[in-house]
């Protein structure tokens, strides 16, 4: 979303996501959701099992977004979600990596 139309500030949060989450098309409905509330970044599996993923758009939509991994699809069990601030960069687009 370009955050200059609306005058706001783009937020940037990296969030990393535990549990049962690689498998059950965590990755696939997080780009769909972002997508859905505009929000650029990506998202991709970690080698330990987690899920990582760099939300930056508009505030609201980039808080939705990070609620949203607190939950993930129907398939997942989220244990635990790390939320870190970061700089916006000005991404455009969501992908899979």
């Known amino acids: 979303m370009d ?10 949060r990296r969030v990393v996501v535990t549990g ?4 059950v098309f965590f990755r696939d409905t997080c780009r769909r ?9 990506w998202v991709r599996n970690l080698p330990d099992g987690s899920v ?5 758009g508009e505030p609201h939509h980039v808080a939705l977004l990070v609620e949203w ?6 398939a997942a069990t ?7 601030d970061e700089e916006a960069e000005g991404l455009e687009g969501f992908e899979v990596r």
């Not at 991994?69 to 129907?74: E, I, L, N, S, T």
């Open 33 to 41: 959701t972002a997508l859905q509330y505009q929000v650029a970044g």
């Open 3 to 12: 955050t200059r139309k609306t005058g706001l500030a783009a937020t940037r």
């Open 52 to 56: 990582e993923a760099v939300f930056e």
């Open 69 to 74: 991994a607190g939950q993930g699809p129907p």
């Open 78 to 84: 989220v244990r635990q979600v790390s939320v870190v």
């Open 20 to 23: 049962e989450v690689q498998g």
